[in-house]
């Protein structure tokens, strides 16, 4: 049992099932099954952003654009259907996400090729991607009355009792499980983090994996820029305006380090869940918007502070292991 309770996933599943237990004292429809997937079906959109931004927190970055990317995908996806309403769903959300991986590479190839620190790259794409939307919409909004149905339907179409979207963020946590533990790209996103000097002993371009990873999120942000602008049928500058925040901050939570190199994508699936829970509970059980961001916050310190430990814990026994040798 205590072996099983180290494992960060299923602490973060007992942390959930509590934490759903504890609101269903207060308001028992919330664990409702049909509530219940309303919850994930919200969630979605958060978790597959949370699966690009692993990706490149894996390996020693971070980007901070990636709502603005959602935001800049999602308005051109919307400009384009309500100029040629008659265009294919596919090749609109493909438009999506090739600009998506654009925006993505663009971070990448900073990062790469001039070696600046993410940081201040993503910080910096963040407000020209904002910036970029208000000069080809001169601050103007896209209603639900300028987007065809086809365009707004896609996300809210069931299938098998379960939304469009839900079943599609299902499908990014498969390719991206399969990605990270079955692809040669997936093991150098770990390798990077982890080490990044042996890493290009063994013969990994550091450069080339990172500009990789942000792709990835990247095109994953450009898929929830259609999914957002579609679900909620309204484009606009400030769309998903701090959103970068609740990103970082599932990952954080589902125990993805920002030094690199741990975490898991079952990770990155519940710290989503996680704060997508809390999101949605909260107002339910009358707390305030401002008590919301605090609890928030202090979920966030938590976690960052639970996951410092753990590492610490880990170079305690590499240095216990090699004194011995010494000895």
Not at 101 to 110: C, E, F, I, P, T
Not at 161 to 176: A, D, E, R, T, Y
Not at 201 to 229: E, H, K, N, P, Q
Request: hydrophobic share 60%; glycine share 10%; aromatic share 8%.
């Amino acid at each position: 049992m205590k072996t099983l309770f180290k494992n960060r996933e299923m602490l973060l599943v007992v942390a959930i099932v509590a934490l759903v237990a504890l609101i269903a004292i207060r308001f028992p429809p919330f664990v409702a099954p049909r509530n219940l997937a309303n919850v994930y079906n919200d969630t979605s959109i958060l978790i597959i952003l949370a699966l690009g931004q692993m990706a490149v927190i894996l390996t020693r970055c971070i980007d901070l654009s990636m709502a603005a990317n959602l935001a800049l995908s999602g308005m051109v996806a919307a400009m384009i259907n309500a100029a040629m309403p008659g265009l294919p769903i596919p090749l609109v959300i493909l438009i999506a996400m090739v600009l998506g991986a654009v925006l993505g590479s663009l971070n990448g190839l900073l990062v790469w090729k001039l070696d600046i620190p993410p940081i201040v790259v993503t910080l910096g794409t963040l407000t020209i991607y904002r910036g970029l939307i208000f000069v080809l919409t001169n601050g103007a909004w896209i209603n639900a009355h300028q987007m065809s149905e086809a365009f707004k339907a896609l996300p809210r179409t069931p299938l098998l009792g379960f939304p469009v979207l839900s079943w599609l963020s299902l499908v990014m946590i498969g390719i991206m499980f399969l990605v990270m533990s079955r692809t040669p790209l997936g093991r150098a996103f770990f390798a990077v983090g982890g080490n990044p000097h042996a890493a290009v002993y063994a013969g990994i371009d550091v450069g080339r994996t990172r500009f990789f990873a942000y792709c990835l999120s990247g095109t994953l942000a450009g898929l929830a820029g259609y999914l957002w602008v579609s679900r909620y049928a309204v484009a606009y500058v400030d769309i998903a305006a701090g959103f970068e925040l609740d990103i970082i901050a599932a990952c954080v939570i589902g125990g993805i380090s920002i030094a690199g190199g741990i975490g898991s994508v079952g990770g990155a699936v519940l710290g989503a869940l996680f704060l997508g829970i809390i999101k949605n509970a909260l107002p339910v059980v009358d707390i305030s918007p401002f008590a919301q961001m605090a609890i928030s916050g202090t979920v966030i310190i938590i976690a960052v502070a639970v996951n410092a430990r753990a590492e610490r814990r880990k170079g305690r026994v590499i240095l216990k292991k090699a004194e011995a040798v010494h000895v």
